[in-house]
Each structure stands twice: as structure tokens, then as C-alpha cells.
């Protein structure tokens, strides 16, 4: 079990400290990576924002923003991934909720990489997020509370 967490201004070194304690006795390993600071505080909430992971075996990233360490995780563990380019990562194409291995939720508006998740294999649920997306500033993974993934 693996739990990667970003290290930011919502989530701190102690945040971090205090999971890895709790998790600890369930042998989850945790690995933390520092998220860019971007336009400021507001602009890189969470790991999600660059990550989501799609299956065990791959993920969608948003590379600019993405930890250096992050990336090299993800290649020491045999993931690879989908891109998501600089005009989908505004609306919420690296927020991609999974809802099996390569069944995904996605927001309307992202076809670049709807595309490729489709023609990887991946089923994509799309929804539209407009409201949430693009006004809200959230992606489909904001609209959940996820608490057990297999």
C-alpha cells in the first residue's frame, strides 16, 4: 500500500508527519513531494492537481507543474503516462477521477486528453463541469471523498 501526498501550503511538513504516524501500523508507505509554488498559495492545492493516478500501471500528469521526484517515483515504480497539455490543465483535465483501473470520470472540455485516455483503452465517463470545472476551479476528484481504493 502507497499513499503520495504533496507537500505544500495546505499540507506541511508536520500534516505529513502526523499521516505517516497514523498509517504507519496499516503498512502504508508514504512519500511526500514538494508542489511548486506557482502563481502562490492558492494555485497548486494538491498532488491531484498534477497527478491522477488512472490504474496501478499508469497516470495523467500536468509535467510543468509535477515534482522532479514525482516524475522519478513514477518511473522507479514502472507507471507511465498520459500528458495533459497547458490549455486542459486550466480546466481540470489533470482531475481526473478513477473509478476502477481505466474507468475514469473527466470534465467536458478536455478533448486532447479524452482522446488519448480513449485510445489507450481507458473508458471515460464525461460529465459537464462547467460549473465546477471551470467556474469552481474543481475537478471531479473535488466532488468526492474517496475512502478505500483498491
Excluded at 491531484?48 to 521526484?69: D, F, G
Excluded at 515504480?77 to 473509478?99: F, M, P, Y
Excluded at 459537464?128 to 476528484?141: L, Q, W
Aim: hydrophobic share 40%; with cysteine; net charge neutral.
Amino acid at each position: 500500500k502507497t499513499l503520495l501526498i504533496g507537500h505544500g501550503y495546505r499540507t506541511n511538513g508536520e500534516g505529513i508527519a502526523q499521516i505517516k504516524k497514523m498509517l504507519a501500523p496499516f503498512g502504508v508507505e508514504v512519500h511526500a513531494f514538494d508542489l511548486p509554488h506557482f502563481q502562490g498559495p492558492s494555485a497548486v492545492l494538491h498532488l491531484m492537481s498534477v497527478l491522477s493516478p488512472i490504474s496501478h500501471s499508469r497516470a495523467v500528469v500536468y509535467e510543468p507543474l509535477a515534482p522532479i521526484r514525482l516524475l522519478e517515483f513514477l518511473r522507479s515504480r514502472n507507471i507511465s503516462w498520459l500528458t495533459v497539455n497547458d490549455t486542459e490543465v486550466h480546466t481540470q483535465g489533470a482531475n481526473i477521477l478513477t473509478v476502477a483501473p481505466d474507468v475514469v470520470v473527466l470534465a467536458a472540455g478536455n478533448p486532447e486528453i479524452e482522446g488519448k485516455l480513449r485510445e489507450s483503452g481507458v473508458t471515460a465517463h464525461i460529465f459537464n463541469g462547467e460549473n465546477v470545472a471551470v467556474k469552481g476551479d474543481g475537478g471531479p476528484t473535488c466532488l468526492t471523498a474517496p475512502l478505500l481504493r483498491r
